[in-house]
C-alpha cells in the first residue's frame, strides 16, 4: 500500500467486522461444540491467508487477534461474573 494511512483504514475499518461477526457466529453457536470448533478452525484459515498475503492484512488480523484475546480475558477475569 503506498498511502500512508491505508493501513490505520484497513486496521479501524476491518478489525471490528472481524471480531463482530466473530462474536455474532459464536453467538449463534452457544449451544454446539462443532460450531464453536468450525468458528476457531475459520479463525485460524483466516489467519493463514493473512499471513500469505503479507503486511497491511497481517497487521489487521494481528489487532484482530489481539482485541478477540483481551475481550475474552475480560469477560472470564471480571469478579461480577
Do not use: K, Y
Request: proline share 6%; glycine share 8%.
Amino acid at each position: 500500500m503506498d498511502r500512508p494511512g491505508a493501513e490505520i483504514a484497513l486496521v479501524v475499518l476491518c478489525v471490528p467486522l472481524i471480531c463482530g461477526a466473530t462474536l455474532w457466529l459464536w453467538h449463534l453457536a452457544r449451544n454446539s461444540l462443532q460450531g464453536r470448533l468450525l468458528i476457531i478452525a475459520l479463525w485460524l484459515v483466516l489467519a493463514a491467508m493473512s499471513l500469505i498475503s503479507g503486511p497491511p492484512f497481517l497487521i489487521v488480523m494481528g489487532c484482530a487477534a489481539m482485541m478477540m484475546g483481551m475481550l475474552f480475558w475480560a469477560v472470564h477475569t471480571t469478579p461480577w461474573r
